[in-house]
Nanobody, 115 residues
Framework: QVHVMESGGGSVQPGGSLRLSCYAS????????MGWYRQAPGKQREWVAD???????TYSDSVKGRFTISRDNAKNTVYLQMNSLKAEDTAVYSC?????????WGKGTLVTVSS
């Protein structure tokens, strides 16, 4: 069982920045594929970004150029740096960890972008 926990959400003005963190338990974190998703009020969950165990990153078109995913294997943590935030980025952001064919999810952290 892998436990996943997000942190770093909060309220920010349009154009601002936030960095989300996602901790995943386990001694083989370096082998995990990590992903970020978000769910805005009244909408379906959408994929945001992910990073493979070897560091390959991909982003949705809606966040490309503004968000950056990174990982620190020594801390069992993946980050999502979010810049130039827009009102439409408001959502609950969730992280998942994938390893050996299983996916583990955190409960999410709320990001609110509003003036």
């Amino acid at each position: 069982q892998v436990h996943v926990m997000e942190s770093g959400g909060g309220s920010v003005q349009p154009g601002g920045s936030l960095r989300l963190s996602c901790y995943a338990s386990g001694s083989i974190f370096s082998r995990y594929a990590m992903g970020w998703y978000r769910q805005a009020p009244g909408k379906q969950r959408e994929w945001v970004a992910d990073m493979t165990s070897v560091g390959t990153t991909t982003y949705s078109d809606s966040v490309k150029g503004r968000f950056t995913i990174s990982r620190d294997n020594a801390k069992n943590t993946v980050y999502l740096q979010m810049n130039s935030l827009k009102a439409e980025d408001t959502a609950v952001y969730s992280c998942n960890a994938g390893v050996y064919g299983k996916i583990y999810w955190g409960k999410g952290t709320l990001v609110t972008v509003s003036s």
